[in-house]
């Protein structure tokens, strides 16, 4: 880790977190957020796995996915306005790839916003190939790029650690 990411520790999300996690989530999300129901609804999957990065005790992202071999799928991932630019989206990324890999998935997928370039950008460098497009999947006009890691391997496999 960087000396920018030093103060930066992940953990398990759990439902305490909820709150901050929301929070995070109506300021990156501006069109249809979750809400903290779906949170709720989400943590209570057994097929749910979810983080929240911290510095120094504050929650400043959290990602989560779905896993249930062969396939993983990346639920949400989100960084807060004040945080971005750190290298967190990238470091919870690594962990919901480790997790579909403790797992024995086979491949994530995933869902951005067609004009998310900084996202897209971030997912190819990982190896995420575009496969498919929802139209009007967030809004009408903001499609949906359906992205696809396989196979996976974890950041140290691909030597990036």
């Known amino acids: 880790m960087s000396d920018v990411m030093s103060s930066v520790t992940l953990r398990p999300m759990r439902w305490p977190d909820i709150e901050a996690v929301h ?12 809400s903290a129901e779906q949170f709720w609804g989400e943590l209570a999957q057994p097929t749910r796995e979810y983080v929240v990065a911290e510095d120094d005790g504050v929650i400043i992202g959290y990602a989560g996915a779905y896993l249930l ?17 750190r290298g967190i989206g990238r470091v919870l990324l690594e962990e919901l790839i480790a997790n579909a890999v403790r797992h024995d998935c086979a491949q994530l997928l995933l869902e951005v916003r067609s004009d998310n370039e900084s996202a897209i950008g971030m997912y190819e460098r990982f190896g995420f190939e575009s496969i498919s497009k929802r139209r009007d999947y967030y809004a009408s006009g903001i499609d949906a790029l359906i992205m696809r890691l396989r196979p996976l391997s974890t950041a140290s496999e691909r030597g990036d650690s």
């Open 23 to 34: 929070a995070i989530e109506t300021a990156v999300f501006e069109v249809d957020p979750w």
């Open 69 to 85: 071999p062969p396939d993983a799928d990346v639920q949400t991932i989100a960084v807060a306005p004040v945080a971005q630019g």
